[in-house]
């Protein structure tokens, strides 16, 4: 199984950031093994700690931050860094797909990265939309602009798609908050976790 979160705000060290990386850790904590069960040890091969402060397991720290890509996106050769982080994209079981809500939808940069991927190119995968915003109004958008997005792309999208108020979290929340206990974050992480991995196809459940 390997998780990868996929993240579109222009802002390097965002918050939207900080959240998707958590939201990928509760993700990753519903696909455990149970206690007792023979993979239920540690992280599998090749899972490394999160930027957020969490070990993944089974990969799912790796995160494609669009903000230190976004130089090279239009660039007519992308250059090394794009095609890494587009192979991570292809490569994932999973995909936690976020941005901060701008003009009521997703960002442009998203829009640019996801751009460059081949027709269906995410078929056979699950993406799982998040948008972080400061407006209760625009909470639509993750259904009526991201999910569609994703669809378009091949993947499956179980609902429902994560919408994170701005008032949730603190100003300084960031990548290197990890640590850092937010409870009502935590709690509306956890709470989404559990309605959307009994929506992933059952290969990518760990095996026995």
């Known amino acids: 199984m390997s998780i990868v979160t996929l993240v579109g705000n222009p802002r390097e060290g965002s918050r ?43 990969g799912a720290a790796d995160v494609v931050d669009l903000a230190a890509l976004a130089p090279h996106l239009l660039a007519r050769e992308p250059g090394p860094g794009v095609e890494s982080a587009l192979k991570l994209v292809l490569d994932a079981e999973i995909l936690v797909v976020a941005s901060p809500t701008y003009k009521g939808t997703y960002t442009g940069l ?35 602009h991201l999910r569609p997005l994703l669809v378009e792309l091949g993947a499956s999208v179980p609902t429902p798609g994560l919408v994170v108020l701005d008032s949730v979290v603190p100003r300084d929340f960031g990548p ?3 640590a850092t206990a937010v409870p009502e974050l935590d709690e509306l992480l956890d709470r989404w976790a559990g309605q959307v991995v009994p929506g992933l196809p059952s290969r990518q459940e760990v095996p026995a």
């Open 110 to 144: 998203l829009k640019v990265f996801l751009d460059r991927l081949p027709h269906q190119a995410l078929a056979g995968k699950a993406a799982l939309p998040l948008l972080v915003m400061g407006d209760p109004k625009h909470s639509l958008a993750v259904e009526v």
């Open 16 to 58: 939207t950031l900080a959240i998707a990386v958590r939201a990928a850790e509760a993700v990753a904590g519903r696909l455990r093994p149970p206690s007792g069960h023979p993979d239920a040890g540690g992280p599998s091969a090749g899972s490394r700690p999160g930027s957020g402060g969490f070990e993944a397991y089974g």
């Open 176 to 178: 290197d908050s990890g």
